[in-house]
Nanobody
Framework: QVQLVESGGGLVQPGGSLRLSCAAS????????TGWYRQAPGKERDWVAD???????NYAAAVKGRFIISRDNAKNTTYLQMNSLEPGDTAVYYC?????????WGQGPQVTVSL
């Protein structure tokens, strides 16, 4: 069964870094654009970043300059490198990807930035 599995969430101090991975598995014949949304308690789900199949990237203003999205097509994996993390980055991070022309979502691991 096609799925996206995320890893790399956890607890980090302000100013620290984390890297999220989003790996696609299953009967895959195409992967289009991929990216992340995040949702903090009491807030709406916000778009974070995306990357096209050709490697073009876009970022939300809140993370631009701190986060880097990349992908390794040979591994069917997208990465979100999160640097200079702030308490406001605390959220559940949901990766997404167009697999076989269908939007799939990761399980949404928690990222907590706190002392």
């Amino acid at each position: 069964q096609v799925q996206l599995v995320e890893s790399g969430g956890g607890l980090v101090q302000p100013g620290g870094s984390l890297r999220l991975s989003c790996a696609a598995s299953g009967n895959i014949f195409s992967i289009g654009g991929t990216g992340w949304y995040r949702q903090a308690p009491g807030k709406e789900r916000d778009w974070v970043a995306d990357i096209t199949s050709g490697g073009k990237t876009n970022y939300a203003a809140a993370v631009k300059g701190r986060f880097i999205i990349s992908r390794d097509n040979a591994k069917n994996t997208t990465y979100l490198q999160m640097n200079s993390l702030e308490p406001g980055d605390t959220a559940v991070y949901y990766c997404y990807g167009a697999i076989n022309s269908i939007r799939y979502w990761g399980q949404g691991p928690q990222v907590t930035v706190s002392l």
